[in-house]
Nanobody, 127 residues
Framework: QVQLVESGGGLVQAGGSLRLSCAAS????????VGWFRQAPGKEREFVAA????????YYADSMKGRFTISRDNAQNTVHLQMNSLQPEDTAVYYC????????????????????WGQGTQVTVSS
């Protein structure tokens, strides 16, 4: 089993920045692709960004491009999500998710493609 723990959420004013972290522990064998998703009250969970197991491939939802950056430190089993120019519509619970990948460039775009999930961290952006 792989355990994921998110951190770094909080309250920030519009235009501000936050850096989320997703730390993995447990029986980690091989390479894992990691995705970030978010869910606002009354809304579906939506894709934010993903990074391949090798770290060489990243993908962002259109509304996050240019504002968010996903990165990983495999030595620390940690993935980060740097969020800049935050807006009130970015308010949500942010979740990281992981799935074992056998192709270094693989990443998933939908929740069903991931096997392990963290408990989420709240991000609130005030106007």
């Amino acid at each position: 089993q792989v355990q994921l723990v998110e951190s770094g959420g909080g309250l920030v004013q519009a235009g501000g920045s936050l850096r989320l972290s997703c730390a993995a522990s447990g029986r980690i064998y091989g390479s894992y692709a990691v995705g970030w998703f978010r869910q606002a009250p009354g809304k579906e969970r939506e894709f934010v960004a993903a990074i391949s197991g090798s770290g060489g491939t990243t993908y962002y939802a259109d509304s996050m491009k240019g504002r968010f950056t996903i990165s990983r430190d495999n030595a620390q089993n940690t993935v980060h999500l740097q969020m800049n120019s935050l807006q009130p519509e970015d308010t949500a619970v942010y979740y990281c998710a992981a799935v074992r990948s056998y192709v270094g460039s693989y990443y998933g775009l939908t929740p069903s493609e991931y096997d392990y999930w963290g408990q989420g961290t709240q991000v609130t952006v005030s106007s």
